[in-house]
């Protein structure tokens, strides 16, 4: 049997459901007759039932409409960028899925968002712990890497290390928190800004991490070769990053981008490691099953549970243990090449 034949499958059943399987299209709730009266009844008083809004006594700009200049809303509170408008438009939405649940009807998506529930003003707590801790482990792997191949490690005579790919790896690691850093203040917080920090790390770290596997799989280690691989994909990651800031921000695209990057990728590492016969091929076996199942786990898009854990988040959840797998694979990775070199020198 084929070694490689369940990660093929699992790869090729992530690829089939994003490209044929969309999720259904759900009923905009911003639609609603109820809900629009809602908000703009809101507006003019400030409430939403018993609830009442302290942004609702502010403009805009954060002055109080009737007031002193020192009633002016605290900084802490306004960074967020939370205003009468987006407190009434939660609160609205909240009120009219208790409704709705009443009548056992399902949650739809208010102006293209599924109704999360805030903790101390995050839109999006369980996503953000999420994000926040793969940040963590991302951290943890790079600062593992960095002590082993400058203090476990010997060193050649130039002070560099035996290891050909210990520069490309840092850079891996410092986008790679910047990506899951972008991720837990857009889910903190959902703002035009915010969406574009988080999917240009993210298509910036794939983009990345494309180039890698190759440079890795083939074994490039001529500086030359480097610039000319990466040169094009390069320019094809500035081209699409740019369009997406300065031109037209469209998810989808975006999505179907970083999908193929993805899985591009995914295919490289699966097939080096089904010929090149690594010592730790197997953590690669296992990190492409599950980064399979993570995208198609992506393609579903179904209501937050309790107001909290959506796809996304769960997506999230996954990617906490192929992350401390991966950094692991790329010490093992470090020990082996070090090792070859070093019985070279002998």
Not at 91 to 112: D, F, I, W
Not at 135 to 147: K, N, R
């Amino acid at each position: 049997m084929n070694p490689m034949a369940p990660f093929h499958s699992l790869l090729l059943l992530s690829a089939l459901s994003f490209l044929l399987f969309h999720p259904l299209a759900a009923t905009d709730g911003a639609a609603d007759p109820l809900y629009i009266d809602c908000v703009e009844q809101c507006e003019k008083t400030g409430c939403v039932g018993d609830r009442c809004f302290q942004h609702c006594k502010f403009s805009s700009d954060g002055k109080p409409i009737d007031g002193h200049w020192y009633m002016r809303e605290p900084l802490y509170m306004s960074w967020k960028q939370w205003d009468c408008r987006t407190d009434c438009r939660y609160n609205c939405m909240l009120s009219r899925e208790e409704e709705r649940t009443k009548h056992g009807a399902q949650p739809v998506k208010y102006h293209g968002k599924w109704p999360f529930k805030r903790v101390s003003g995050i839109q999006e707590p369980v996503a953000v712990a999420l994000s926040a801790l793969n940040l963590a482990i991302q951290f943890h792997g790079w600062v593992s890497f960095f002590i082993l191949m400058y203090y476990n490690f010997p060193s050649r005579p130039d002070k560099k290390t035996y290891y050909e790919y210990t520069g490309l790896w840092h850079i891996y690691g410092i986008l790679s928190m910047n990506s899951w850093l972008w991720s837990a203040v857009f889910h903190s917080r959902h703002v035009e800004l915010t969406e574009k920090l988080d999917c240009s790390s993210a298509v910036v770290l794939l983009g990345y991490t494309l180039i890698l596997s190759i440079l890795r799989a083939f074994n490039v280690k001529d500086e030359a070769t480097r610039v000319m691989i990466s040169a094009p994909l390069i320019a094809f990651v500035t081209t699409h990053t740019l369009y997406l800031n300065f031109y037209e921000f469209s998810y989808d695209l975006n999505t179907k981008v970083c999908v193929t990057m993805a899985v591009c990728q995914l295919l490289i590492w699966a097939i080096w490691a089904g010929v090149s016969g690594h010592p730790s091929r197997w953590k690669l076996f296992v990190i492409g099953a599950g980064e399979g199942l993570a995208m198609v786990l992506q393609t579903f898009d179904f209501p937050p549970y309790k107001g909290y854990v959506d796809a996304h988040a769960l997506w999230h959840a996954t990617t906490i243990p192929l992350a401390f797998l991966w950094w692991s694979f790329i010490m093992d990775d470090a020990e082996f090449r070090t090792s070859y070199h070093l019985k070279k020198v002998k």
